[in-house]
């Protein structure tokens, strides 16, 4: 059975307006679009849909009870947290997601955040706003240290696709990369241990996975062990750090800075402890890494792949 009836929930989650949306549009007869959709709202939007997209807005037991016509979820990220997925299976509900859709904009935003570490970059940009280089004596101002690439080791935490491009980029500027196995586990020949890898890597980038193993990963007993110098990287999840750890971790010099794009609440409150004006060495962007122009295009890109797939009866990226 052919779908027809279509409701994107938060397209403002992946478009800005400069994205080309007719191909999506075209796949099917009838689509209702909402920028942003609260929590009482989704209930009443997706009654009549054939096919819900969704990015952030949670599709429970309850929700999916109520939308009798719905045949297709297309998720619009990889994460598929948002929606029940033993539920949507009882309902004969197909659960579709997007992947590998930003692969090269979390790379570049992960050397982008190292680079800038490493150079003390942030740093020197305040001190020049703050006229410290207008009033300096000499010409350059260079007593924060700045270290070069090549001279470093990354480790890498969950060496999956994003892993693996972040690893190329890293040896081309001439790091020497260091893959970490999943800790308490023997590592594989390519390998080492996630604890060998936490105390001798200069730069620690994570890219695994939110779940009952990797949570709180990152923790003041990890901070501990990483090197002085040492600098983290998280583009994954907020919940695999410790926020509040990194935030005295950073405060008293165990680790050397961070660079963190998720937290583990977001949009965050205004008191998260990473927010907190004091923390030195540390840039927090907020959750943009996936969100380069080509990326966002890819995300809805594929979700027209999916919905046409769907329709031709060969789901594609499917969850269940």
């Not at 659960?95 to 692969?103: E, G, M």
Request: hydrophobic share 45%; glycine share 6%.
């Amino acid at each position: 059975m052919t779908v027809s009836q279509g409701v994107f929930l938060d397209l403002g989650s992946v478009d800005n307006g400069d994205l080309d949306t007719l191909a999506l549009d075209r796949a099917l007869p009838g689509w209702q679009w909402f920028e942003f959709t609260q929590a009482p709202e989704v209930a009443g939007r997706i009654r009549t849909a054939d096919v819900v997209v969704t990015n952030k807005c949670a599709l429970d037991r309850e929700l999916l009870a109520q939308a009798e016509n719905l045949q297709l979820i297309a998720i619009s990220a990889t994460g598929t947290n948002v929606v029940d997925l033993e539920a949507a299976e009882e309902f004969g509900i197909v659960v579709c997601n997007v992947r590998n859709y930003a692969t090269r904009s979390v790379a570049q935003h992960v050397i982008t955040l190292i680079l800038n570490l490493v150079t003390a970059q942030p740093f020197y940009s305040n001190r020049v706003r703050q006229g410290e280089w207008s009033n300096n004596r000499q010409f350059s101002l260079h007593d924060q240290t700045i270290r070069e690439l090549s001279s470093l080791q990354l480790g890498i935490v969950g060496y999956g696709v994003l892993g693996r491009a972040v690893a190329k980029v890293a040896r081309a500027l001439g790091m020497n990369v260091l893959i970490a196995e999943r800790r308490g586990r023997e590592p594989r020949p390519d390998r080492l241990s996630f604890k060998d890898v936490l105390t001798t890597a200069d730069v620690i980038s994570i890219h695994c996975p939110l779940n009952d193993e990797t949570r709180g990963l990152f923790d003041h007993r990890a901070f501990q062990s990483m090197k002085p110098g040492a600098i983290l990287i998280n583009t994954a999840r907020g919940g695999i750090v410790v926020e509040q750890d990194l935030a005295v971790a950073l405060k008293v010099g165990e680790i050397a800075a961070a660079g963190v794009d998720t937290l583990s609440e977001e949009p965050p409150p205004a008191d998260h402890p990473l927010l907190a004006p004091d923390i030195p060495n540390l840039i927090v962007t907020p959750h943009n890494a996936w969100a380069s122009k080509p990326a966002r295009q890819a995300c809805l890109d594929q979700l027209t792949w999916i919905i046409n797939a769907f329709n031709r009866g060969q789901p594609v990226n499917r969850i269940v």
